[in-house]
């Protein structure tokens, strides 16, 4: 299916496993003017962060664009908070002038969490929080830790342990162990992923979680 | 180059203002969004005579009159008014229909198209003539030809005789006719008094390889553009409607210069994998010739094609969507740095 709007706001993540994300907790807020998208569904490409820059062409290039009221970009920290939040920033600034009319240009929110005036009023929002390294993961790793056994948890963590992975960066060792929690946690389809997760266990990550309530604070308000 | 474009109260515009036009201008939108309007309005307002106004509605299936050359005959006296009426916004004739273009040198060309309802008494003949429309051709806010136009007791349209058009050179394809053989006969003659034939040949070959030869025949004492397929001689539309639309539309590029192509529902006819050899002749015989293309499309796959094109010269590519909002119809814009990206994913542009 081509992309195109069909609410008045977007939500732009890295990946799918953000947008499922999104999507459970605009549902959990009863949020409804929001869409969710990724590169990987505008462009046909995989790509996250990488594909900012075209990404936002392409979002200007759809038709209705003119419609669109607000944009939320949603980027992983990974190990570099400033460098992830810099390269949304500017993919923003090199973004093309929707020629309109009215003519648009996607303007550049001067710090994280902070709507610029629209429309489309703009937004970066990093994951899991301001100037932290980490992902989306890191976030449902503390989510989880309160549904989901002990002992899983434990688990979880000798395995990173045992296997080295302690050494990895806080990313891709929140990665390895909510994968991991959600293998030991879904007998039913250990390789579930994080895409499928709100659909099928909603229950081993609950997105009413206070873990989470920054971010649903700041979608209320945008 | 046309530079931008202004219509008022033509078809289903009230008012549209469009600038930063491209070499390469795709159109899109919804049936009834007014994609073929803003193509009828270039040609309008490039050819400006008032036999456009019949030969406009003609080409979109209107009945009630019969076009020979330059002559309008129509049914009656009501058909006249009924086809005049038609190129108004809203079918009121009580607006005045203005398109107004301006150039890449600043050149500033307007048609403007107004009903008068004035009764002039003709002494002579002692009859009261009423002169409906007034026809004004305009060159950088100068009225440079002024027309009554009116329509006889044969019901035949009459005006005084215009041989100037308002410029520049167009040529106008639409979605639903065959495109005219005697066009083609006359650019490809023209092309062949000079030796330079095979220059269409060799694009027609990109598109069938299996054409070794091209030349006009009048075995019936009618006259068309022959290929030769295998050592046999068959007319192009013969061998294939879409061979002989492409033909057409490389024919028309290649002969004008510093003009305007347009292209009503491009991809009509032609084989989505002929799409990106259409758009790389197109393109390049427009840059070779200083072309500006207008070409409407409702296939993605179409615009997909020329998704390459853009992501190497964007500057050369816009697109223009038209949209019904509310009662009006409006248009948005899209310049070839967005439109690339986008065809090159997933997006709906259209």
């Given at each position: 299916m081509p992309f195109e709007f069909n609410q008045r706001n977007l939500i732009l993540c890295e990946g799918s496993h953000d947008r499922a994300f999104f999507r459970a907790l605009l549902s959990h807020l009863g949020l409804t003017k929001f869409q969710t998208t990724s590169p990987d569904e505008v462009?046909?490409?995989?790509?996250g962060n990488t594909q900012w820059g075209r990404t936002l062409a392409a979002i200007i290039g759809t038709r209705k664009f003119e419609t669109l009221d607000g944009l939320i970009i949603v980027v992983d920290n990974d190990d570099n908070p400033k460098q992830a939040v810099l390269s949304a920033q500017r993919a923003i600034i090199t973004s093309p002038v929707f020629a309109g009319p009215p003519k648009r240009k996607i303007r550049r929110p001067q710090r994280t969490m902070f709507s610029t005036k629209g429309p489309p009023k703009v937004a970066i929002v990093p994951m899991p929080a301001?100037?932290?390294?980490?992902?989306?993961e890191s976030l449902c790793i503390q989510a989880a830790q309160t549904v989901v056994p002990a002992t899983v948890i434990g688990c979880a963590d000798q395995f990173i342990r045992c296997n080295g992975i302690d050494q990895w960066t806080t990313s891709k060792q929140a990665k390895v162990k909510m994968r991991a929690i959600i293998a030991a946690s879904?007998?039913?389809?250990?390789?579930?992923?994080l895409s499928k997760l709100w659909e099928q266990r909603p229950d081993l990550v609950p997105v009413a979680d206070p873990v989470f309530a920054d971010i649903a604070a700041f979608l209320r308000a945008f | 180059m046309i530079s931008s474009l202004e219509i008022q109260n033509f078809r289903a515009f009230s008012k549209l203002r469009v600038s930063d036009l491209c070499r390469i201008n795709i159109v899109t939108g919804s049936n009834a969004a007014g994609k073929t309007s803003l193509l009828e309005a270039l040609l309008l307002g490039s050819r400006a005579v008032p036999i456009m106004v019949p030969y406009l509605n003609s080409m979109r299936g209107i009945p009630g009159v019969t076009i020979i050359g330059n002559h309008a005959a129509f049914q009656n006296q009501d058909s006249f008014y009924a086809h005049w009426r038609g190129i108004f916004y809203d079918l009121d004739l009580t607006r005045k229909l203005s398109i107004r273009t301006i150039d890449s040198e600043k050149v500033t060309r307007e048609l403007k198209i107004s009903y008068s309802g004035e009764i002039q008494q003709n002494k002579l003949f002692v009859v009261n003539l009423e002169i409906p429309f007034v026809f004004e051709q305009m060159k950088n806010g100068k009225v440079t030809v002024r027309l009554n136009v009116t329509v006889n007791q044969s019901n035949v349209q009459a005006h005084e005789v215009v041989s100037t058009i308002l410029g520049p050179v167009l040529a106008f394809f639409p979605a639903n006719s065959t495109y005219p053989e005697t066009d083609n006969v006359s650019w490809f003659s023209a092309l062949s008094a000079f030796n330079k034939e095979h220059g269409i040949l060799e694009f027609v070959q990109k598109y069938f390889p299996e054409i070794k030869g091209l030349s006009v025949l009048a075995p019936a004492q009618i006259q068309s553009i022959w290929g030769d397929v295998g050592g046999r001689k068959l007319p192009m539309g013969l061998i294939s409607s879409g061979l002989h639309k492409f033909m057409t539309l490389v024919l028309a590029s290649f002969v004008i210069q510093n003009g305007v192509i347009v292209i009503d529902e491009i991809e009509n006819g032609i084989h989505y994998e002929k799409y990106p050899i259409l758009w790389n002749v197109l393109y390049e015989l427009c840059k070779l010739n200083n072309n500006q293309l207008f070409a409407s499309t409702h296939s993605l796959e179409c615009l997909r094609a020329i998704g390459p094109l853009i992501e190497r010269d964007n500057k050369d590519f816009c697109l223009l969507r038209t949209r019904i909002e509310g009662e009006e119809v409006k248009l948005r814009q899209v310049g070839g740095d967005a439109l690339g990206p986008a065809l090159s994913g997933q997006s709906e542009v259209r």
């Open positions: 462009l046909g490409a995989r790509g301001v100037g932290q390294p980490g992902a989306l879904h007998k039913r389809n250990p390789e579930m992923t | -």
